[in-house]
């Protein structure tokens, strides 16, 4: 599936975008100008990535500091223990799109409950 | 160095334990804990756990598979520490000698003085009781909360959404004055009132009541409150006695400089045992907090294996989270350094706020009440400005 973002003129280095879908997906433009797309949902707790503290190409955690691999998706420390997934980015003219992976993703027990329709 | 040891067997220690494999530390690796438990995480005991929506299983802080190639000394207590001989002495009689030592004690819940013995009064630090605390929580009726601190004030809104009638007792006039300041501590606090939770200031508890099991809170003022769950949420000591008359200075905790050394040479401190030097501020601070503990021992376990001849790197301000009635806090920095505070963005009323602290026009601190994206953005520039 490949998802338009926004124009890249509008999602300035540093900030990172989030895709309302389900699960929802952020994209994040880095202070060295790459980009990269991940799960949103830290694999933790119900917290947004996109409301993180973007350091390089690391994205920590808004809520409990556990810190993301924006290349890889993997995680450095509690209190998450799961990778997120990660997903390619392209660019046409001036347009990000996002591809989105195949790959179950890892949502903390909470989303994952909401999202198969239980309690949450 | 041949030999590290670690006591402590919970975050700090764990996270102490890690950055020496990462840095390089290629030795023998003890881990002493006096707990029988593989390290947990303790946020989620007055929350998740508390509430019956995880498990114990879900506590564990280290991950499948995951080998640090070291040994577990699980339900040893460290009783001693031998400087001459640099031996750990545990309460079996046995001792680890090592040529490096990380203190990772952490701290214990203090307890209500003559509240011994007396079924149905809890205290929340350890695995062992928020299960107690979850059986009787499980069984409904009275709750009353002795102080309204942080892990108070999260008992009593997990056992409010579990339907228990909840009075908090808190000695000063304001709760969490002391992290968050009189205005947003009252803010903050006024989370009980919004949820039927009774909330009683300014008046200090005088004793228990009950033969056996626990059946009243005694205040000062004379009055009665009738309970038959009693939780102690009056804060925590540094574990640090064992430390007595070992050449380790002691000083509200382990007094340690800003890399986590200690009075004597290989040894260093980390987590809520510990009062590190703050740079900024100019003197030291125990900070009893989870970002804290998992963070600093990188440096401090950098330091031990350098011998003392590195730069500490200068730490982000401490930063904290709770979750109370389904609302996000997080604070950074430290309020008692302010003398203004504002909110700059949305309305106490809602209790849904970002206020930000200063000292002379100056960010020194920032709270956040639901508030996550924008928080992030002020601790930023809060670790950027000092
Ligand atoms: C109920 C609860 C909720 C919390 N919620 C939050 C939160 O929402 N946000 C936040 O930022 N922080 C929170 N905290 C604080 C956070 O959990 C602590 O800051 C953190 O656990 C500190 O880790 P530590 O390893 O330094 O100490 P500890 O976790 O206290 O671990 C120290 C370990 O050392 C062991 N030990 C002590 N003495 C000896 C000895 N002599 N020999 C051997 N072993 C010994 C202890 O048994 C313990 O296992 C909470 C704490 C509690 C109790
Ligand atoms: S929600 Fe992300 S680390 Fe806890």
Known sequence: MMIPACRLADLPRGEALRLDIDPPVSVFHTDDGELFAIDDTCTHQDASLADGWLEGCEVECPLHASKFDLRTGAVDAPPAKLPVRTHD???????????????????????AARLAGGPA | ??????????????????????????????????????PYDRPPLSKEFLAGGIGEADLALETDGEDLRAEWLLGARATGLDRTRRAVRLADGGEIRADGLVIATGAAARQLPGSDGLAGVHVLRTLDDARALRDDLARGGRLVVIGGGFVGAEVASTACALGLEVTVVEAAPTPLAGPLGQAMGGIVSA?????????????????????????????????SIPADIVVVGVGARPCVDWLEGSGVILENGVKCGADGRTSLA??????????????????????????????????????????????PGVPRPPYFWSDQYGVKIQFAGHAADADSV??????????????????AGRPVAVLGMNQPRLFTRWRKQLAAAS
């Not at chain 1, 046409?92 to 027990?109: C, H, K």
């Open chain 2, 191 to 223: 989370l009980h009132l919004d949820h039927g939770v009774r909330l009683l200031c300014g008046v200090g508890v005088k004793g228990l009541g009950g033969e056996r099991k626990v059946d009243a809170v005694l205040l000062e003022d004379g009055r």
């Open chain 2, 342 to 359: 504002t909110v700059e963005e949305g309305a106490p009323d809602d209790r849904n706020v970002l206020a930000v602290y200063r000292r």
């Open chain 1, 89 to 111: 980015v392209l660019i046409e003219d001036g347009m990000i799109y996002v591809r989105v992976s195949t790959d179950a993703p890892n949502l903390p027990p909470c989303v």
């Open chain 2, 266 to 311: 290989g040894v260093v401190a980390v987590g809520d045992c510990a009062s590190w030097y703050d740079p900024r501020a100019g003197h030291h601070r125990r900070v009893e907090h989870w970002t804290g503990a998992q963070e600093r021992p990188a440096a401090a376990v950098a330091t031990l294996l350098a011998g003392g001849a590195v730069e």
């Open chain 2, 1 to 38: 160095m041949r030999t590290v040891a670690v006591v402590g067997a919970s975050l700090a220690g764990l996270s102490a334990a890690r950055s020496l494999r990462k840095q390089g530390y290629d030795g023998r690796l003890v881990v002493i804990g006096d707990e029988p438990h593989r």
